[in-house]
Structure formats: C-alpha cells, structure tokens
C-alpha cells in the first residue's frame, strides 16, 4: 500500500522517521517530543519502538520530552533542564529519591502513575 507522507497517521510518520535512521546504521537517534500530539496507544507504541531501537540495533536515543509518563518508561538516565541549565540528573530511580520538591510535584502533575514514581518501570 503506497501513501505520501502526509497521508500516514502522525504515529506512523515517528515510525517511518526511526526506520530510515537504522537504515543509515545511526548511532545516536536524538527524538524530540516524539509523543506529542499522540494518543496514549500510540505513545506506548512509540516508546517501545525506541527502545527496540536501542535493544536491537544497538542505538543510543537522546529524547527530549516533557511527557513524563514516557520518559519514565523508557529512560536509563535522565536530565531535567530549567532554561538551559541542569538541575537534576540520574538513574531514574535514584532520581525519583532526590528531586527537588518542585520537580517531584510537576513530574505528579504529570500524570505518571505511582508504579512508575515508585521506580517500578516496565
């Protein structure tokens, strides 16, 4: 089934856009806000195909997301940023255990489940 670009569904295009990363055996994948805009299927099935990526083929993904929940599902390390500049970084769990309340309250305000808060990802 042949379609142009802008017929594909927006969680299609993010998968068509990983795919031709892997052909050219990228290294790094740097994905920004790769779950805007998607259902919550969809994002699931976004973050599973990055992390395939990572599995698979080896590839390092940089995602910059202010979706928590996905970040928290698929992260390794992360890094919050305030107008440029660091302001906690770490495994996911030993993060979690030191966050600054205002971190601590907007990653809940997010959304992110309390398995996931208390460091049971995936």
Known sequence: H??????????????VAVARALIHKTEIIIYDEPTTGLDPVTTCTVDEL???AQEKFGVTSVVISHDMASVFRIADRITFLNFGEQV????????????????????????????????RRR
């Open 2 to 15: 042949k379609k142009m670009p802008s017929e594909l569904s927006g969680g299609m295009q993010r998968r």
């Open 88 to 119: 906690a970084s770490g495994d996911p769990r030993d993060l979690l255990e030191n966050l600054p309340e205002h971190l601590a309250n907007y990653i809940k305000a997010s959304g992110v489940s309390e398995d996931i808060l208390r460091g």
């Open 50 to 52: 990055i992390q395939e």
